[in-house]
């Protein structure tokens, strides 16, 4: 009798543990002239999530980027978009999707103890580690193909191929110049994401003359900012052709493995103090 007592109790720890893994189920609806991305989770309500797509160049795609958040709904349900090509149809090809989480510090502070400080509570296959941190990830990603006369081709969640590039950034984005005080300008999009203590965005910074025939003028990168520590992580970058953003999108980067702090006199800093204050005003 004591045995099958502790099978059954092993059973419903099991059960229990499996129960609390984290899911993210994708899919998309509509055609190439707008399209709606759809996620199902039982992450609790209030949590923000942000989604990238990306046509990959290096792929037979047209380098086409959009990115958008969301909170999840009641019913546990959120939606993104619809994203379109400056309000046009999208080319034909295949496409990546990468959904994932913000940072604990970042969500509504309601929810905050549902990840802890830094996500210990979040556990699954689609859990990982910020590179370089002890800060705890839910990410998601899929692929879906938009044919030729504009249908769109809905497999189930997979991981893409791990060559595949991840590029950021979007074709709506607006940008304001901004110039430190050691000289330097930046381009920082206006319309980014914010939230109680914090903000994602992305910078453009153009780069040094360089003598190197067909190399990068100008960088993208990816940043999310917490106000209450002053500190800041770079998500990935994608550099370009062209000063300001301009040009072919080249190679992408992965996120780096640190956190950064903020440079004095740095046109960065100047931008940080603003997005800070936006997010405050929002909170």
Known sequence: MRRIF????????????????????????????????????????????????VNPMNQGGDGYVGSASGAIKANQIVQFGPFSKSGGRLSP?????????????????????????????????????????????VTQKFQFTINPDG?????????????????IGSPDDKWQKVKGNDGREIYVMTNGRFYPTGFHTYLVANLPESDIVGAPQSVMHDVEGNCETGTYHKLGSL???????????MQSLPPEEVERKLVPNSPFE??????????????
């Open 6 to 53: 502790w099978i059954a109790l092993l059973c419903v720890v099991s059960t229990t543990a499996f129960a609390s893994d984290i899911t993210l189920d994708l899919s998309v609806t509509g055609n190439n002239q707008k399209f709606i991305l759809n996620a199902k989770t039982n992450l609790p309500p209030k949590t923000m999530l942000m989604a990238n797509v």
């Open 93 to 137: 090809g295949r496409y990546q999707v990468t959904v994932t989480t913000i940072m604990a510090a970042l969500q509504p502070r309601e929810i905050q103890s549902f990840f802890g400080a830094h996500g210990e509570g979040l556990t699954g296959r689609l859990v990982s580690f910020l590179p370089g941190t002890s800060e705890r990830l």
């Open 151 to 167: 249908s769109i081709n809905n497999p189930a969640p997979s991981n893409p191929p791990n060559d595949a590039q991840q590029t």
């Open 239 to 249: 550099f370009f052709a062209g000063k300001n953003r301009s040009g072919v999108a």
């Open 270 to 283: 100047k931008v940080f103090g603003m997005l800070c204050k936006i997010a405050e005003v929002q909170r």
